[in-house]
């Protein structure tokens, strides 16, 4: 069992905070601000990679900084949105509903020790390489998005994540052809596995499970001695999860205004 304590989540929150950083696209108009023990991040108005993270870990965050923050999202015609810790300060969540912010989504926080965890055979699954960020970014956004026409945008969220510095993408196929897709970065010995997303067509063929052990013989190999993961409560996502091996530390609320 995991103590799910302040020092885990700023430990896997830090984490997050530098992949959303690393993640903002080379192209023109993204920003971040570090602000509130966190980051904030701007990768185009309706990007889902555009919001708040790790803000309120290290204690109170002042109004001015809520307020910069604010001004950072609002002057670039975006919406504010944190993804916040339970942990964060309580005080955070007080002023955030005081300024009018409602909750918008909820994200269970897992984790895995990898300690004694063997590296296991994944036939399926292979690293993408340098010239794959398109078709990569395809299969990810088909996943996501359940359609196989992609605007420039939804495909740009795709080259964004393959192209984050330091960050690993893999590959699952079926008969040879790209059906799935995942992503994992590692910092400091915690593995983070993220952007998991599978084909409608090929969902219920063990392919995210694959995908799952792939990243986890990545980080064994690393010398990591914990893995995360972020999925939606009650998902298939988080039962493939929890299949491995992994547990729910805790719960994060995603706060729009």
Same mark, same amino acid.
């Given at each position: 069992m995991i103590f799910a304590d302040l020092a885990l989540a700023r430990r896997i929150?830090? +984490?997050?905070?530098?992949?959303a950083k690393a993640c903002a696209p080379p192209h023109s108009g993204s920003a971040t601000l570090d602000a509130g023990g966190g980051v904030a991040v701007f990768a185009g108005a309706e990007s889902p990679l555009t919001h708040a993270v790790g803000v309120g870990l290290d204690g109170p965050v002042r109004e001015a900084e809520l307020s910069g923050i604010?001004?950072?999202?609002?002057?670039? *015609?975006?919406?504010?949105?944190?993804? &916040?810790?339970?942990?964060?300060?309580?005080? &955070?969540?007080?002023?955030? *509903?005081?300024?009018?912010?409602? !909750?918008?989504? #909820?994200n269970n926080v897992m984790v895995k020790r990898l300690a004694g965890l063997e590296i296991v055979f994944t036939p399926r699954v292979r690293r993408a390489v340098g010239g794959e960020d398109d078709a990569w970014a395809?299969?990810?956004?088909?996943? #996501?998005f359940e359609k196989s026409e992609l605007s420039h945008e939804e495909m740009? !969220? *795709?080259?964004?994540?393959?192209?984050?510095?330091?960050?690993?993408?893999?590959?699952?196929?079926?008969?040879?052809? @790209?059906?799935?897709?995942a992503a994992?970065?590692?910092?400091?010995?915690?593995?983070?596995?993220? @952007?998991?997303?599978? !084909?409608?067509?090929?969902?219920? #063929?063990?392919l995210q499970r694959e995908l799952i052990t792939a990243?986890?013989?990545? @980080?064994?190999?690393?010398?990591?001695?914990? +893995?995360?993961?972020?999925? &939606?409560p009650g998902s298939q996502s988080q039962r493939n999860y929890e299949r491995m091996g992994f547990e729910v530390a805790y719960t994060k609320v995603t706060m729009a205004g």
């Open positions: 929150e830090r +984490a997050a905070s530098l992949d604010e001004a950072f999202f609002r002057s670039r *015609g975006a919406p504010v949105s944190f993804e &916040l810790s339970p942990l964060a300060d309580p005080g &955070l969540f007080q002023a955030l *509903g005081d300024r009018g912010y409602r !909750i918008t989504e #909820f395809h299969v990810l956004g088909e996943g #996501f740009d !969220i *795709g080259r964004d994540l393959f192209r984050m510095p330091g960050g690993m993408c893999y590959l699952a196929s079926v008969d040879g052809q @790209a059906a799935a897709g994992l970065s590692v910092r400091d010995g915690l593995a983070t596995l993220c @952007a998991d997303g599978t !084909i409608a067509r090929f969902r219920r #063929f063990g990243r986890l013989n990545e @980080a064994v190999a690393q010398a990591c001695d914990l +893995a995360t993961a972020s999925t &939606l």
